[in-house]
């Protein structure tokens, strides 16, 4: 719906030329259009004509109705913004679901197995009308697990002597227990396990899990490790066999 009209001019187009201007502006420029226009019209000055000034006044006033848009009608509300994929870092190792709502509907969405924060989840035709929508992922830390680009992070309870003297510390990680050597009096507590971050996808590589190793006195000593690692691999099952 186009601004209405003041009785004294017509139309846009006459609105612009009342006011000496060629085109469409806006702003400063039409302020001083105005102001130009006005004062050269103005009855008390010599040349002035009453009915001129009157039409150029109500050209000001049709040209400001149509900048600030149709009519007096409040601005459309601007558009909801698009829910976020939220999903574990075993979610994104292994896939899984999320349940959105989107324009007042509850949908529960397949998220792929390797998916990074930062990218979009493509929904096809699940816009309101029709069209595709693609939705900001975000991988949110969990159980135990953090996820930065490709890679996952996790802390590892580790006893101060075997830090001190170095030697083979087992961590369990979300594919099971995994070893790793360290230096003694290792200036940086953090080893990396290749390939146990989040899985390959399209251009993105294998990623690699960083495991911070945390000094605590009630993690199991190097012989409790020991002890643990050989129960595991001598049951009674295999004994008996």
């Given at each position: 719906m186009?601004?209405?009209?003041?009785?004294?001019?017509?139309?846009?187009?006459?609105?612009?030329?009342?006011?000496?201007?060629?085109?469409?502006?806006?702003?400063?420029?039409?302020?001083?259009?105005?102001?130009a226009a006005v004062k050269a019209a103005r009855p008390d000055q010599p040349g002035g004509d009453e009915a001129r000034f009157r039409k150029i006044i109500a050209a000001w006033r049709?040209?400001?109705?149509?900048a600030r848009g149709p009519g007096l009608e409040p601005?459309?509300?601007?558009?909801?913004?698009?829910p976020v994929v939220s999903i574990t870092p075993l979610e994104a190792l292994r896939g899984g679901g999320a349940r959105l709502r989107i324009g007042g509907r509850s949908l529960r969405v397949r998220v792929p197995a390797g998916m990074r924060s930062g990218e979009h989840l493509r929904l096809?035709?699940?816009?309101?009308?029709?069209?595709?929508?693609?939705?900001?992922?975000?991988?949110?830390?969990?159980?135990?697990l953090s996820a930065l680009g490709d890679d996952?992070?996790?802390?590892?309870?580790t006893p101060p002597r075997l830090i001190e003297d170095g030697g083979r510390v087992e961590i369990e990680t979300?594919?099971?227990p995994r070893s790793a050597w360290i230096?003694?009096?290792?200036?940086?507590?953090?080893?990396?396990?290749?390939?146990l971050g989040l899985p390959a996808r399209g251009s993105r590589p294998q990623g690699h899990?960083?495991?911070?190793?945390?000094?605590?006195?009630?993690?199991?000593?190097?012989?409790?490790?020991?002890?643990?690692?050989?129960?595991?691999?001598?049951?009674?099952?295999?004994?008996?066999?």
């Open positions: 186009r601004a209405r009209s003041h009785p004294e001019v017509a139309s846009t187009r006459q609105a612009l030329a009342l006011l000496g201007l060629t085109g469409p502006a806006e702003g400063a420029a039409l302020t001083a259009a105005f102001r049709l040209l400001q109705a149509e601005p459309a509300a601007p558009p909801a913004p698009l096809r035709r699940a816009g309101a009308d029709g069209a595709d929508l693609h939705l900001p992922v975000l991988i949110r830390a969990a159980d135990g996952l992070y996790m802390t590892w309870p979300w594919a099971g230096a003694a009096e290792q200036e940086t507590l953090r080893v990396r396990l290749k390939g899990l960083f495991v911070t190793l945390e000094p605590s006195a009630d993690a199991p000593s190097s012989a409790e490790d020991l002890l643990v690692r050989f129960t595991r691999v001598w049951t009674p099952d295999r004994m008996a066999a």
